[in-house]
């Protein structure tokens, strides 16, 4: 009887200590990355240094949106959203939405005021939250299917005051006043994942097999294929982040096994590759984002 109960509990405590422990996955850079990398991948949110070696992981569900904080926290959306400091594994925020059949809520940022966006998913809902968890905003949006899994991938709140939102299985990006009048709706060819308004007033798109820009008047001004990458074999593009330089660092789902994969990976504007992960011999197969960190994992870009 005491043997056994000896057992259990060495296999609690494993299990209780191997969810913050770092996973020790057999990734690598290809190429030169300066930095760090913040990212999600196949049920957990993970950090790796400029040598590809994991430095932080946590648990998580499935994973769309993720991103470093000025305070040195980390926000994810995997269904809820939560706020967690990597040092002490604490969970500093959380919100729970009212409905989580159909995937809860997929896309989080963490506005200049200190409240936070939250796209839902299953409500179809765009909201602002205050530090302490409550609504302060609230925009339903069109079109909406109750619980329904495509109903709103990223949303983001531009320097104008607006919203992107991508309307997933509409394949529609569009742009919402508070009011919730339709400034621009832009249509696509697949599911709508990213968007992203650029300095030059472009919104920059993921759009599964390309990444796509488009001006204020609807016409493209760049795109990019998940076959335009010399010597890579891009999954589904999903996760779009620009950096100061123009470069873009892409999180990849349904990831190519092999070598020549990528679970994410840096580009550049002339379809150059700067760096790429991969994880073998399995490799994650859902980094929907990821975002670049310098060497002391701090945030290279905010967005807007």
Not at 68 to 88: F, R, S
Not at 135 to 164: A, C
Request: proline residues 3%; glycine residues 10%; aromatic residues 6%.
């Amino acid at each position: 009887m005491k043997n056994t109960l000896f057992i259990c509990l060495t296999l609690l405590l494993s299990a209780t200590f191997a969810q913050a422990k770092p996973f020790k996955g057999e990734g690598k850079i290809i190429g030169s990355l300066d930095g760090q990398v913040l990212a999600t991948g196949s049920g957990r949110v993970f950090m790796i240094d400029s040598k590809g070696q994991e430095v932080w992981s946590r648990k998580a569900g499935n994973n769309h949106d993720v991103w470093m904080l000025d305070n040195g926290n980390i926000l994810y959306a995997d269904g809820v959203i939560h706020e967690v400091n990597p040092k002490t594994d604490q969970e500093v925020f959380t919100y729970t939405p009212k409905i989580l059949k159909g995937g809860g809520a997929y896309s989080c940022q963490r506005l200049e005021n200190g409240n936070t966006l939250v796209g839902e998913n299953s409500s179809g809902k765009i909201l602002e939250l205050d530090p302490k968890g409550k609504v302060v905003f609230e925009l339903q949006t069109q079109p909406f299917k109750q619980n329904n899994h495509h109903n709103l991938r990223m949303v983001r709140k531009i320097k104008n005051g607006n919203y992107l939102a991508c309307h997933s299985g509409a394949n529609l990006v569009r742009e919402y006043t508070p009011k919730g009048e339709i400034v621009q709706e832009i249509k696509l060819n697949k599911l709508a994942f990213s968007a992203q308004r650029l300095e030059n007033g472009n919104t920059l798109i993921g759009n599964i097999d390309r990444i796509v820009e488009f001006t204020a008047e609807g016409d493209i001004a760049w795109e990019c294929s998940n076959s335009d990458i010399e010597g890579v074999q891009l999954g589904k593009i999903c996760g779009v982040n620009t950096l100061p330089n123009g470069n873009m660092v892409l999180g990849i789902y349904s990831i190519k096994k092999g070598e020549a994969g990528a679970t994410f990976l840096e580009i550049t504007r002339e379809k150059k590759l700067v760096w790429r992960y991969v994880q073998l011999p399995k490799g994650d197969r859902s980094a929907m984002s990821a975002q670049k960190l310098d060497n002391s994992g701090k945030a290279i870009s905010k967005l807007r």
